[in-house]
């Protein structure tokens, strides 16, 4: 068959559609992704439920956009998760390699919704595959992980506690009848939960509910779903409690089963048809007594949080307002101490007064709005995290390691555009953690650990940072290949890499063009790797720290603003222009008089806390060739970049703040050590510098080679 | 004060009409297609980059947005004085973004006839000029067409890049 890829493909969906697609075609690829893993061993049967479930929804909206490729391939992964929920089949390694394997295609093709362009992706081997898994028999003579005595078909059973039969058998000898009644609400529904809700509340008005499927407490919390169950007993006929489910919107099918009291004498073997249901569902019925408390069969009490989902351009649009209005509010105090100076004697106090209240008052809601919206944007680290368990998966059986990841801190909050940055460098670190961190099997039992490696990523907040540590229990970093390294790449003389101390060694690792593992792989790259990630974490004004101890392991901690909308920075004067120098990067800032300056070899030093930085004019450094301000240069800002620091040369400290990082824009683009732009109280520009890139620059100029 | 200009109505004008701003650059006139003028304001604070080309003033804060602003008087190489009462900041939308354009003075707004326009090589002849149009011939001037991509840094190195590509 000759290959389509290229060729323009076409699906029954108008925009507002498409952008509906992708947000649950993201969800439940996002949910597959991050379950699939736990799915291999003895899984929990919620989680099979909940998988089973997103690979349906998958299949439903693929089909109905006439998605044929992603529809017959998600029906494939669905029959295979069929049989691993209802427990005819084991989850073996090969059984979620394959749907692995599946979820990478599903991925694609999603994508080709958006680009209408077939991606050339063929599902059918790998629906082939899925089948073969499906066929195979399993290992340990394929015993199925459920009740063998339940017919594989049948789920889920409804189980009533012994109390709820004996009074039902009295309702019965009173005249009531025992009714099962089975309501399916319509798949197009939008509020299935309010409909559950609905429904339950007719039949309590009809007679005594004393069981529903799921328990009356997740409905009534708004977890319920498509299909209600409920045992009740009541005074009416069947039809009559048919005509009334049917009066509550959406309801698809309503069935009810008259139950007499032999059924509820034998309930082990009252196993009974299923009602002749108008429609839909082919569960069984089936009674046990059982005096344990009813257990909802299906779907956990899923926490009904209540959120709405809001464009990322508008949350963007707001913060930008709201930054707006940050800077009237610094205007107005000014104007306030200006107008305050000027009407001192004019005998207008009640007048100022009145005006200080309302800008103070101004002041704090505007702190408070922007801190909201700041909120706003923040999502929990999860979203990052839980795609690790599989990358951890897929390296370590690349490298023929076993390791045991630990996540933690997945709560940890932080603004959206810092978790897309920060997915990266994590997945970076977590890959050099599992191919140079932890040993292989053999190497790790002669050294008398454990033959799983442990790898552990732990988030947290501090202050206004977030910290995020990637800690595993391997070899360490290797101090004495990292000096015969730097002495092989020219990057260092060797008595200089001799005479470094341990830990001076062990920050080598972020030199660009140094890998120190033996073989590269095709895993952790070919030593582009660390100095990309730190640079890609400075760019977002954050820092990352390596520890390490020989044979025990090693542990990278990268520290991040909470947002990269704000930035707390030191504000100065150079040159006439205004500059904002994050405060993350700043060390100490003093005036020219006080501080310890030398000259050696023409340059001027600056001494400080037994440390010797090269001072260097920030504007100048920047490129501003415009003739000096006379009487300039009366303060240093001494900034540091990992391990390097430099002291700038400045006019004026104009204190610290929070500013709003704007982009410079395409036109100007990317200019030598600025980062971007922020609007100061004044409403004229400040620009933030980009201390990395001056830092590095400068101290490398300075140092003689 | 900004003035806004109201450009939807003019949509539907026929293609042998031009609908554009005039403004001046020392004693020359040129003109921008009105669909792409934004607003026009007076001169205000600009906070020069280090490091930029000559042209490039600087940016400014446009109602929370930093917009870049060019010298368009620099950029096309007439005399750039001193900033007048007059001196105005064109913003106008380009691929890249807002810019803002610094001209003497903005004069008026008119429709040009296309039969007074004549491409820019029948009566100037510069080599590698990349952003005029054409030449409209009015009563009592002559105006020169700009075309807007054409005048920004971003088309500019675009141009120099693909010379060299022809050239290698």
């Given amino acids: 068959?000759?290959?389509?890829?290229?060729?323009?493909?076409?699906?029954?969906?108008?925009?507002?559609?498409?952008?509906?697609?992708?947000?649950?075609?993201?969800?439940?690829?996002?949910?597959?992704?991050?379950?699939?893993?736990?799915?291999?061993?003895?899984?929990?049967?919620?989680?099979?439920?909940?998988?089973?479930?997103?690979?349906?929804?998958?299949?439903?909206?693929?089909?109905?956009?006439?998605?044929?490729?992603?529809?017959?391939?998600?029906?494939?992964?669905?029959?295979?998760?069929?049989?691993?929920?209802?427990?005819?089949?084991?989850?073996?390694?090969?059984?979620?390699?394959?749907?692995?394997?599946?979820?990478?295609?599903?991925?694609?093709?999603?994508?080709?919704?958006?680009?209408?362009?077939?991606?050339?992706?063929?599902?059918?081997?790998?629906?082939?595959?899925?089948?073969?898994?499906?066929?195979?028999?399993?290992?340990e003579g394929g015993t199925p992980a459920t009740d063998p005595a339940a017919p594989a078909s049948e789920s889920p059973a409804f189980t009533l506690p012994a109390a709820n039969i004996e009074t039902a058998l009295a309702g019965i000898g009173d005249g009531m009848s025992a009714y099962f009644v089975e309501v399916g609400i319509e798949p197009e529904c939008q509020l299935p939960s309010i409909r559950s809700f609905q429904v339950i509340q007719e039949l309590d008005a009809l007679g005594q509910v004393l069981e529903t499927w799921p328990g009356r407490d997740l409905i009534e919390a708004g977890a319920g779903e498509f299909s209600i169950v409920g045992f009740l007993l009541s005074r009416q006929s069947d039809e009559q409690l048919q005509t009334a489910v049917r009066a509550v919107t959406d309801v698809q099918s309503i069935a009810t089963r008259l139950l007499n009291t032999e059924d509820l004498d034998q309930p082990q073997r009252a196993t009974a048809a299923p009602p002749a249901a108008a429609g839909s569902s082919r569960q069984t019925l089936s009674l046990v007594e059982d005096g344990s408390p009813a257990e909802a069969p299906r779907g956990q009490p899923r926490k009904a949080t209540q959120s709405v989902r809001i464009d990322v351009e508008r949350l963007d649009g707001l913060m930008n307002l709201v930054g707006e209005l940050v800077i009237d509010r610094t205007r107005l105090q000014q104007i306030r101490e200006q107008l305050s100076a000027v009407l001192k004697d004019a005998n207008l106090n009640e007048l100022t007064e009145n005006f200080e209240e309302t800008t103070s008052h101004l002041a704090r809601v505007t702190d408070e709005l922007q801190e909201q919206i700041m909120r706003s944007r923040m999502l929990p680290i999860r979203s990052v995290l839980t795609r690790l368990p599989r990358l951890v998966r897929d390296v370590a059986a690349k490298c023929g390691k076993r390791v045991e990841l630990v996540t933690a801190g997945e709560e940890t909050e932080l603004d959206r555009s810092v978790i897309e940055e920060i997915s990266d460098p994590l997945v970076h670190i977590l890959r050099n953690a599992v191919d140079h961190g932890i040993e292989t099997p053999e190497e790790r039992r002669a050294a008398g650990k454990p033959e799983t490696g442990l790898v552990t990523v732990t988030a947290w907040n501090q202050e206004t940072y977030i910290y995020l540590s990637v800690k595993d229990d391997g070899k360490g970093i290797d101090t004495s290949t990292l000096r015969r390294k730097v002495v092989e790449k020219g990057l260092m003389s060797r008595e200089a890499a001799e005479a470094a101390t341990e830990e001076q060694a062990i920050q080598w690792v972020f030199l660009p063009g140094l890998s120190t593992a033996k073989v590269i792989s095709d895993v952790s790259g070919r030593g582009v790797g660390m100095d990309i990630v730190r640079t890609n974490i400075e760019r977002l004004n954050g820092q990352i720290t390596v520890?390490?101890?020989?044979?025990?392991?090693?542990?990278?901690?990268?520290?991040?603003?909470?947002?990269?909308?704000?930035?707390?920075?030191?504000?100065?004067?150079?040159?006439?222009?205004?500059?904002?120098?994050?405060?993350?990067?700043?060390?100490?800032?003093?005036?020219?008089?006080?501080?310890?300056?030398?000259?050696?070899?023409?340059?001027?030093?600056?001494?400080?806390?037994?440390?010797?930085?090269?001072?260097?004019?920030?504007?100048?450094?920047?490129?501003?060739?415009?003739?000096?301000?006379?009487?300039?240069?009366?303060?240093?800002?001494?900034?540091?970049?990992?391990?390097?620091?430099?002291?700038?040369?400045?006019?004026?400290?104009?204190?610290?703040q929070d500013v709003v990082v704007k982009s410079l824009g395409d036109l100007v683009g990317n200019r030598k050590g600025i980062t971007g732009a922020t609007i100061l109280g004044d409403g004229t520009l400040g620009l933030i510098v980009d201390t990395a890139s001056l830092v590095s620059e400068q101290a490398a100029l300075a140092t003689p080679a | 004060m900004a003035t806004k200009i109201e450009t939807t109505e003019f949509a539907a004008q026929p293609a042998t009409e031009e609908h554009v701003v005039v403004f001046r650059l020392a004693a020359e006139y040129y003109a921008l297609d009105i669909q792409t003028v934004q607003e026009i304001v007076r001169m205000q604070t600009i906070t020069s980059i280090?490091?930029?080309?000559?042209?490039?003033?600087?940016?400014?804060?446009?109602?929370?947005?930093?917009?870049?602003?060019?010298?368009?008087?620099?950029?096309?190489?007439?005399?750039?004085?001193?900033?007048?009462?007059?001196?105005?900041?064109?913003?106008?939308?380009?691929?890249?973004?807002?810019?803002?354009?610094?001209?003497?003075?903005?004069?008026?707004?008119?429709?040009?006839?296309?039969?007074?326009?004549?491409?820019?090589?029948?009566?100037?002849?510069?080599?590698?000029?990349?952003?005029?149009?054409?030449?409209?011939?009015?009563?009592?001037?002559?105006?020169?067409?700009?075309?807007?991509?054409?005048?920004?840094?971003?088309?500019?190195?675009?141009?120099?890049?693909?010379?060299?590509?022809?050239?290698?």
Avoid at chain 1, 66 to 85: P, Q, S, Y
Avoid at chain 2, 83 to 88: G, H, K, L, Q, V
Wanted: hydrophobic share 45%; charged share 25%; with cysteine.
């Fill in chain 1, 1 to 139: 068959m000759a290959s389509t890829k290229g060729q323009r493909l076409q699906f029954d969906l108008d925009d507002d559609d498409l952008k509906l697609f992708c947000e649950e075609a993201d969800e439940q690829i996002e949910l597959l992704d991050s379950s699939l893993v736990q799915l291999e061993g003895e899984p929990d049967p919620d989680l099979v439920q909940q998988i089973f479930r997103a690979a349906h929804t998958l299949k439903g909206s693929s089909a109905t956009i006439g998605h044929k490729k992603m529809a017959n391939l998600t029906h494939a992964m669905e029959t295979v998760l069929d049989a691993v929920r209802q427990g005819r089949k084991r989850p073996s390694s090969d059984v979620v390699d394959a749907l692995l394997a599946g979820l990478d295609a599903l991925r694609v093709l999603a994508n080709e919704v958006v680009t209408c362009i077939d991606s050339g992706i063929e599902t059918v081997p790998l629906e082939a595959d899925l089948m073969a898994v499906l066929e195979a028999p399993d290992e």
């Fill in chain 2, 50 to 168: 280090p490091g930029s080309d000559f042209w490039v003033e600087g940016i400014t804060n446009l109602r929370g947005r930093v917009v870049p602003v060019i010298d368009l008087r620099k950029r096309c190489g007439v005399d750039a004085g001193e900033y007048s009462p007059e001196t105005r900041i064109v913003v106008v939308s380009s691929a890249g973004g807002m810019v803002g354009l610094i001209v003497d003075a903005v004069t008026e707004v008119m429709r040009i006839p296309g039969d007074q326009v004549e491409p820019p090589s029948s009566i100037v002849s510069v080599p590698d000029n990349t952003y005029l149009r054409g030449i409209a011939k009015l009563d009592d001037r002559l105006v020169s067409l700009m075309d807007l991509e054409g005048v920004l840094p971003a088309a500019l190195e675009e141009g120099l890049l693909q010379s060299a590509s022809r050239a290698a």
């Fill in chain 1, 547 to 656: 520890q390490s101890t020989p044979g025990k392991g090693s542990e990278v901690i990268i520290q991040l603003p909470l947002t990269l909308a704000t930035t707390k920075a030191l504000m100065v004067m150079a040159n006439a222009t205004v500059y904002a120098i994050p405060l993350v990067s700043v060390t100490e800032a003093l005036a020219d008089h006080e501080a310890d300056i030398h000259a050696i070899n023409g340059r001027k030093t600056l001494r400080l806390r037994q440390r010797l930085l090269p001072m260097i004019d920030l504007a100048r450094a920047l490129g501003d060739s415009r003739p000096r301000q006379i009487g300039g240069g009366k303060f240093v800002v001494a900034a540091r970049h990992g391990d390097r620091q430099i002291a700038f040369v400045v006019d004026r400290l104009l204190g610290e």
